[in-house]
C-alpha cells in the first residue's frame, strides 16, 4: 500500500513551510527521519518540475549576497519563484553557516516568491552537498523557477556545487594586475560565466578591465563540447546598482537554452544522478563503518592486527564479512 507523506501534497503546492520541514527531515540523522526523506523524495521524484539550478561562488567581500538579493529580486520581479540554497564548507566544522542567512537578503526574505535557506549542518562537505541536492529536489517539486546554490570561493566545494548545478557562476571582484586574483584553474574551468561585480563608481573603470583579464583567460582554456561559441563570458555587474543583472540573466538563459536543445542539459543531468548514487552508496559504506559496533570491533582487531596475531588483510577480509552479512 501506497501512503504518501502528509508532506508530500503540500510540497509540491509550493507552500514555503512545507517545504522548509521537508528539508528539515532531508537533513535529519535521526533513522526514522532519513526513512521517511527517502520516501518522501522517492514519491517526489517524476512529479517536479525543472528549476534552472544556478551554482553561484565567490570568496567572502566579493558582493554574493548582494548580488543574489538583487538578482532575486529582480527574478520574482519577472515572476518567477526564486529558492536559495547554500553549500558552506564551514558548517561542516562548525555547525553553523555564514551562508543563506537571511539577514543578509532581507528583502529577498521577505518576498513571497522566495524561499531562502542556510547550508545544512554535517559532519563533512560531502554531506553538506548531498543534502543539499536532495534539497534542490523539494525546491523543484515545490515549483521553483531558479535554484541559486551559494558556495564560498575556497576549492572543493565549487566542485560540488558544480555537480548539483545546470549552470556555474564564479563571481569576483574588480582587481588589477594581471595575477587574475588567484583563482585556481579548476574554478576557472567549472565556471559557465564570470561576474566581476562592483562596477560601479571608482572601480567601473577597474572592473572593466578585469573582465578583459578574464575574458582572455578563458579564451585560452580548452574548449569544452557542452559550451556554444563563446562560453564561458566574462561580464561586469553592479549588484549594488543591480546594473548588468539583465544581461547576465539574459547570458545564463542563453546557455541553458542551448544546453537543452543539444541534449547536453540531460546528459549532464543523467551523469550527476549517477556521481551522487555513486556517493550515497559510498556514505552508506562509510556510515556502517562508523557504527559503534564496527568501531568497537575494529579497535579489537587493530589490537590483534598490531600485537603480529593476524595479518592485516585476512582482518579486514573478516571485518567486511561481517558488514556484508549486517
Ligand atoms: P559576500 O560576503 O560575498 O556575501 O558579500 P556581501 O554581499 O556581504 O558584500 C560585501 C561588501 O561589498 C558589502 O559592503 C557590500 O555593500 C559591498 N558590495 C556588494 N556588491 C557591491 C557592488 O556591486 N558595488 C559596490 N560598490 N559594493 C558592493
Redesign the pocket.
Known sequence: MDIRDPLHDPVLAGDRRALARAITLVESTRPDHRERAAALLDSLRGETGEALRIGLS??????????IEAFGLMLTGQGKRVAVLAVDPSSARTGGSILGDKT?MEQLSRDPDAFIRPSPAASHLGGVARRTREAVALCEAAGFDVVLIETVGVGQSETLVAQISDLFVL?LAPAGGDELQGVKRGIMEIADLILV?????D?KSTATRTVADYAGALRLLRKRPNDPDGFPKALA?????SSGLETAWHEMQALATWRRETGHWDRTRAEQAAHWFAEEVRAGLLAQLDAPETRARMAEMARDVASGRRAARAAATDLLETLRGA
Open positions: 565567490g570568496t567572502p567581500g566579493v558582493g554574493k549576497s548582494t548580488f543578509r563571481l561585480n562592483k562596477a560601479d563608481g572601480l555587474v553592479s549588484a549594488l546598482e
